[in-house]
T-cell receptor, first 115, second 111 residues
């Protein structure tokens, strides 16, 4: 999984509670991404980061926030978890050398269940 | 509205056969088209990718065919093996921050 770890790997939480997922990379890649994977939807981008403290929204950002205080760590926070946020969450990294390299490498995922 | 449409949803192929998965896109600004392979309980892994300036790219048993005018691209797996059984995702990107994925195809290769 390209030097990417995610924690926790599994979590069950109750509706309305805050949840933070962590992504840690050892590749020193500039770009980091959070996706969610749901049946019938493939993967959808939640937020991404293009550097320390530089983040922006993706396709499905409502209800999520992110932070990146160090190159190696990218945190995803659900401020108040809802059942619709039950999903598998993947972190990805990319180095994007120039305009010809868009490869993204994915972590092992975090399965989140909101009851 | 899904910007990348993938078919079929599931596919069963005999060992040694050819697996073909198709994707179609709408936005002509997409300029990078990767395929990912995902095994149960694992993250997607980049398999092969193509740019629209070429019509075909081959890596081992895996080939991408790209038809720019039809806005379609496909993955061909030659000599399919049981170890190829996985879910495959196509994707399209127009920038560093905008990768759109298809819904996935579950491939089963029967021995």
């Amino acid at each position: 999984d390209a030097g990417i770890t995610q924690s926790p790997r599994h979590k069950v939480t109750e509706t309305g509670t805050p949840v933070t997922l962590r992504c840690h990379q050892t590749e020193n890649h500039r770009y980091m991404y959070w996706y969610r994977q749901d049946p019938g939807h493939g993967l959808r981008l939640i937020h991404y980061s293009y550097g320390v403290k530089d983040t922006d929204k993706g396709e499905v950002s409502d209800g999520y926030s992110v932070s990146r205080s160090k190159t190696e760590d990218f945190l995803l926070t659900l401020e108040s978890a809802t059942s619709s946020q039950t999903s598998v969450y993947f972190c990805a990294i990319g180095n994007m050398k120039g305009t010809s390299d868009r490869e993204q490498y994915f972590g092992p995922g975090t399965r989140l269940t909101v009851t | 509205q899904q910007q990348v449409k993938q078919s079929p949803q599931s596919l069963i192929v005999q060992k040694g056969g050819i697996s073909i998965i198709n994707c179609a896109y709408e936005n002509t600004a997409f300029d990078y088209f990767p395929w990912y392979q995902q095994f149960p309980g694992k993250g997607p892994a980049l398999l092969i990718a193509i740019r629209p300036d070429v019509s075909e790219k081959k890596e081992g048993r895996f080939t991408i065919s790209f038809n720019k005018s039809a806005k379609q691209f496909s993955l061909h797996i030659m000599d399919s093996q049981p170890g190829d059984s996985a879910t495959y995702f196509c994707a399209a990107s127009m920038g560093h921050n905008d990768m759109r994925f298809g819904a996935g195809t579950r491939l089963t290769v029967k021995p």
